[in-house]
């Protein structure tokens, strides 16, 4: 039995677009293109996309996991492998669920306390566990940045890499206070941190207005970004999403 793209991409919860990327790099050809130019995937293809998602999802670049598929002959040992990944991700998920539970418990006794955010007692610990690949990690539904963004994670310091994630995690915190405080989404300010992100994708990859509003979207429909968002602050995803939209209507339509 053979699936075309529209319904594989049904079945598996990534886009077309991300399909015909896996094509091109050499990591997912179709079983056979008919003559009317679609791509038709049979189970041996439907179990190699099972397992670059599986892949994709323990943090596994596109390369490498090239080079996984590459090297591995039988199907239930690759299987068995990524079983063991999982199992290891469940145990990093774990330590991550406790990380934020510490950080609310510290936030919460700092305001009965009187005290700003600022008090935390150890500001690195609000980054235990989380790995700054994940926001990466979920870009597969954007190829062409994801793999831009791979290329310049590749090329920096764990230092470097580090910097970034807090960057990303002070920026979010910023919109939370803006939100917080009853800002609307087309102000000065809140335009102001959106901009900011806007620049660093613009320099791995051309981002443009459309992709932009997808990318915004994403923080409400891709459960990975809005737990992100919504760990620090609920309804961020949302007013994120709305920002952007803004943004990318005023600014580059």
Same mark, same amino acid.
């Given at each position: 039995m053979a699936w075309p793209t529209a319904e594989v991409a049904r079945m598996s919860g990534v886009t077309a677009r991300t399909l015909r990327h896996y094509d091109e790099v050499g990591l997912l050809p179709p079983a056979w293109i008919g003559s009317n130019g679609y791509r038709y995937y049979e189970e041996r293809q439907l179990l190699r996309l099972q397992q670059i998602l599986v892949l994709r999802e323990l943090g596994v670049g596109l390369t490498e996991i090239g080079r996984v598929l590459a090297e591995q002959v039988d199907e239930l040992d690759a299987l068995r492998g990524h079983r063991s990944r999982l199992l290891a991700e469940? =145990?990093?998920?774990q330590g991550l669920a406790e990380t934020v539970s510490r950080?609310?418990?510290e936030l919460e006794?700092?305001?009965? =306390?009187?005290?700003?955010m600022t008090s935390i007692n150890r500001p690195e610990n609000l980054f235990e566990g989380i790995r700054p690949e994940m926001y990466q990690d979920s870009l597969r539904d954007f190829p062409e940045l994801a793999e831009a963004t791979e290329q310049r994670v590749a090329t920096m310091s764990e230092a470097e890499v580090e910097a970034g994630q807090r960057q990303r995690t002070a920026q979010m915190i910023r919109l939370a206070e803006l939100m917080a405080a009853g800002r609307p989404v087309d102000a000065d300010e809140v335009q102001a941190e959106i901009d900011a992100q806007y620049r660093a994708l613009a320099e791995m990859h051309a981002v443009s207005a459309e992709e932009h509003r997808a990318i915004g979207r994403a923080c409400v429909d891709n459960e990975q970004w809005r737990a992100a968002y919504e760990a620090i602050a609920p309804g961020l995803a949302t007013y994120q999403r709305d920002a952007i939209e803004v943004y990318a209507t005023t600014r580059l339509s």
């Open positions: 469940r =145990d990093r998920l950080t609310i418990a006794q700092s305001r009965k =306390d009187g005290n700003p």
